[in-house]
Nanobody, 127 residues
Framework: QVQLVESGGGLVQAGGSLRLSCAAS????????MAWFRQAPGKEREFVAG????????AYADSVKGRFTISRDNAKNTVFLQMNSLKPEDTGLYYC????????????????????WGQGTQVTVSS
């Protein structure tokens, strides 16, 4: 069965960095767009970054552009999110997500275009 397991979250001071990883299994990873979402307490889950199955295209939320970088290693079935210059407003539960369908052109993934979610990893940024 499809599994997405996130790791790398934690507590960091403002201005610091974290690197999230998502290990995927149970499907052909190299055929799917992958994405990261986050959800802060009392807020809706929001798109953070997406990467095409071929890694040739990426997309970012405006709030993280220039600070976060999404990447993937198709040989290791893993997607990463490098987060630099973290701000307190980046605090939330970060989810790895698989885009529905194989070899799609969608990179800026909507929640309705996700067919599998990970359990999430907590990121807390202190001021």
């Amino acid at each position: 069965q499809v599994q997405l397991v996130e790791s790398g979250g934690g507590l960091v001071q403002a201005g610091g960095s974290l690197r999230l990883s998502c290990a995927a299994s149970g499907f052909t990873f190299s055929r799917h767009t992958m994405a990261w979402f986050r959800q802060a307490p009392g807020k809706e889950r929001e798109f953070v970054a997406g990467i095409k199955w071929s890694a040739s295209n990426t997309a970012y939320a405006d709030s993280v552009k220039g600070r976060f970088t999404i990447s993937r290693d198709n040989a290791k079935n893993t997607v990463f999110l490098q987060m630099n210059s973290l701000k307190p407003e980046d605090t939330g539960l970060y989810y790895c997500a698989r885009g529905r369908g194989e070899f799609t052109i969608v990179v800026r993934v909507a929640t309705t275009q996700v067919d599998y979610w990970g359990q999430g990893t907590q990121v807390t940024v202190s001021s």
